[in-house]
């Protein structure tokens, strides 16, 4: 008994997104997935742009499923918010072509990425007297690894000059 296997060739993604244009609608199975993606983006920035910025980072939308617009945000009190919202909020919705059909929106707390990109702390830096304990400690460790650690953590150090890093090797 031999299973017989049918050979499918790869397309080129080039074939499959120029198949997926609005025009060429429904040569691709790309299309209905691109279209739907494009849809949900274009409610997220509707809601951003109408909801007080406040909300803004707190608020993603997660889909639409059978009529009903799936609403994400990281926090109970924002849950609260947008419950009292919900008519305001479907209204907006519907305001857009692809979602007339919107009779039901639900919400859902999780916890969400930051799409803005993460702030960057401020370095943290030790003081000289701490950096010259951490090197005592470390001329005296026979681990090559662990003194290694203990000289880069010592260069922690900030001058009182110009505010930043120096080496005290």
């Not at 017989?4 to 080129?12: G, I, S, T």
């Not at 499923?65 to 918010?81: C, F, N, P, S, Y």
């Not at 916890?111 to 010259?132: C, G, M």
Request: glycine share 4%.
């Amino acid at each position: 008994m031999s299973i017989k296997v049918k050979q499918r060739n790869a397309q080129p993604v080039s074939r499959l997104l120029a198949n997926s244009s609005p025009r060429a609608m429904g040569k691709s199975e790309l299309s209905p997935l691109l279209h739907k993606a494009d849809a949900i983006s274009r409610v997220q920035h509707l809601l951003e742009e109408k909801l007080p910025d406040e909300m803004q980072g707190h608020l993603l939308v997660g889909g639409c499923t059978q009529g009903t617009v799936t609403i994400l945000t990281d926090k109970a009190v924002w849950l609260t918010w947008l419950r009292f919202e919900r008519t305001r909020l479907l209204k907006l919705i519907n305001s857009l072509p692809d979602f007339h059909h919107v009779d039901a929106i639900a919400f859902k707390v999780r916890p969400l990425r930051s799409i803005r990109p993460a702030v960057r702390k401020p370095p943290r830096y030790i003081t000289e007297e701490a950096s010259e304990h951490i090197l005592a400690c470390a001329e005296y460790t026979t681990d090559p690894k662990l003194k290694a650690a203990l000289e880069r953590l010592s260069a922690h150090t900030r001058t009182s000059t110009d505010g930043s890093n120096h080496d005290s090797e």
